[in-house]
C-alpha cells in the first residue's frame, strides 16, 4: 500500500559526493520513521540514517559528520546528502519507511525500496 521510489545513486570517485532520494506514494498514511539501509556484498544490511516525523535523526558511527539526513513532509520524501565518501560505503542502499495507514484500523506498515547501488573507486 506504501511504494518508495529511490534515485540517486551512482559511480563515484573517493572524496566525491552523492545525494540519494526517496519518495513515498500510496493510498493515505503517516510517517514515523524513513531512512536509509545498505548491504555490501558478504555482509548483512545495515542503518545508515533514520529520520523520525518530529525530526530526530540517527546515524551510523562511520557516516557521522559525512552524511546528513533529512525530510520533506508534504513531498514524503527522505535525502541523505553524501560527503567525503570512501569505497568503504560501497553497497546497495534501501530505502525505509515505516507508520500508520489511513484506514479504518489505522494499521502499521513497513516498505522497503527496491535499492539503488553506490559505488566508489579508490
Known amino acids: 500500500q506504501v511504494q518508495l521510489v529511490e534515485s540517486g545513486g551512482g559511480l563515484v570517485q573517493s572524496g566525491g559526493s552523492l545525494r540519494l532520494s526517496c519518495t513515498a506514494s500510496?493510498?493515505?498514511?503517516?510517517?514515523?520513521?524513513m531512512g536509509w539501509y545498505r548491504q555490501a556484498p558478504g555482509k548483512q544490511r545495515e542503518l545508515v540514517a533514520v529520520?523520525?516525523?518530529?525530526?530526530?535523526?540517527n546515524y551510523w558511527d562511520s557516516v557521522k559528520g559525512r552524511f546528513t539526513i533529512s525530510r520533506d513532509d508534504t513531498e514524503k520524501t527522505v535525502t541523505l546528502q553524501m560527503n567525503r565518501l570512501i569505497p568503504e560505503d560501497t553497497a546497495v542502499y534501501y530505502c525505509?519507511?515505516?507508520?500508520?495507514?489511513?484506514?479504518?484500523?489505522?494499521?502499521?506498515?513497513?516498505?522497503w525500496g527496491p535499492g539503488t547501488q553506490v559505488t566508489v573507486s579508490s
Open positions: 525505509m519507511a515505516n507508520g500508520r495507514l489511513a484506514n479504518a484500523d489505522r494499521s502499521d506498515f513497513g516498505s
Open positions: 500510496g493510498n493515505g498514511f503517516e510517517i514515523r520513521q
Open positions: 529520520i523520525t516525523n518530529d525530526g530526530r535523526t
